[in-house]
């Protein structure tokens, strides 16, 4: 139901955008976020974004860094990624649930799609 993409390499300082393709799950209502999980790491929270687009929630590490936008006409949300560094390297997974929450705690979101390798080399 979820189908992360944009993932890739790139230098330190680079940009990305990743992208979540969401089917079969009522998207204009259901909040998205952003996790990730480098090796040997636990998954960790990004950034999330309630259905309507007036609550958000970043990790302090991306702040100002990375914006999570969605567009509920084209069932999809966006991770930009500016400035990266090293330590951004993960594996990004997208996930959603119904309502407005923009909860940190993986566990309370049902849905996730199936990651995407972003790598950032000094």
């Known amino acids: 139901q979820l189908q992360a993409s944009g993932g890739g390499l790139v230098q330190a300082g680079g940009s990305l955008r990743l992208s979540c393709a969401a089917s079969?799950?009522?998207?204009?209502?259901?909040?998205m976020a952003w996790f990730r999980q480098a090796p040997g790491k636990e998954r960790e929270f990004v950034a999330a974004?309630?259905?309507?687009?007036?609550?958000?929630n970043y990790r302090d590490s991306v702040k100002g860094r990375f914006t999570i936008s969605r567009d509920n006409a084209k069932n999809t949300a966006a991770l930009q990624m500016n400035s990266l560094q090293p330590e951004d390297t993960a594996v990004y997974y997208c996930?959603?649930?119904?309502?407005?929450?923009?909860?940190?705690?993986?566990?309370?979101?049902?849905?996730w799609g199936q990651g995407t390798q972003v790598t950032v080399s000094s």
């Open positions: 996930a959603a649930d119904y309502g407005s929450k923009v909860s940190p705690q993986s566990y309370l979101w049902k849905y």
């Open positions: 079969r799950l009522p998207f204009s209502r259901s909040s």
């Open positions: 974004l309630s259905w309507h687009g007036g609550r958000s």
